[in-house]
């Protein structure tokens, strides 16, 4: 069951996200908006940071449950490209403030469970050691997340799904060729 105030209490963060940076979203600012009193701000939260940490981690499980299995990597990078466009404000809000590493943490697990489904799907009948596939999945992800950082390190500019469309078509095959190669020893 879901608690009413801490979901109201998220909604109202993260729009305040999107309006201002989160140096300037304070537990007072919050409540007031919420209609809540701050004691009940903190029996549900320590702090903004860890609100912003249970927000974020919320967000990326559901981009997770809604791909249970990826069948190309390109999907999986425009399904978080297409959430971070149409999130562009709160996402530079967090991205540039301190609680960027909550955010990059969040976005390193994130990638790392995609990377996971990708290569599980991928490579099925191909025969690899386990440890070729932590590889694997360890490639995939510092593509993903990569690809992600870098888009959000220049503020976010330009057409990120074309880019991805772009980036996908060079190296298609390459993942194939490096799973050619671990078969082979």
Not at 8 to 29: C, D, G, N, Q, W
Not at 42 to 68: A, G, M, Q, W
Not at 72 to 78: K, P
Not at 161 to 166: A, S
Request: proline share 2%; net charge negative.
């Amino acid at each position: 069951m879901v608690n009413i105030t801490k979901k109201a209490i998220k909604v109202t963060f993260a729009r305040m996200l999107r309006e201002k940076p989160l140096s300037e979203i304070t537990v007072k600012s919050l409540s007031e908006r919420c209609g809540i009193n701050r004691n009940t701000f903190y029996y549900h939260y320590e702090d903004i940071p860890s609100l912003l940490n249970e927000l974020v981690t919320d967000i990326f499980n559901s981009i997770i449950r809604k791909y249970p299995s990826i069948d190309s990597l390109e999907d999986g990078l425009i399904a978080i490209m297409k959430f971070s466009d149409k999130n562009r404000k709160a996402i530079g809000h967090v991205f540039d403030s301190a609680g960027r590493n909550i955010f990059e943490f969040q976005m390193w697990r994130m990638a790392d469970s995609l990377s996971e489904l990708y290569c599980t799907n991928f490579l099925e009948g191909y025969s690899i050691s386990e440890d070729d596939f932590r590889l694997s999945v360890k490639l995939v992800r510092s593509l993903i997340a990569g690809l992600v950082f870098d888009w959000l390190n220049t503020g976010m500019k330009g057409d990120s799904e074309e880019e991805i469309h772009r980036i996908c078509q060079i190296c298609r095959g390459s993942i194939e060729e490096v799973i050619r190669r671990m078969e082979n020893g």
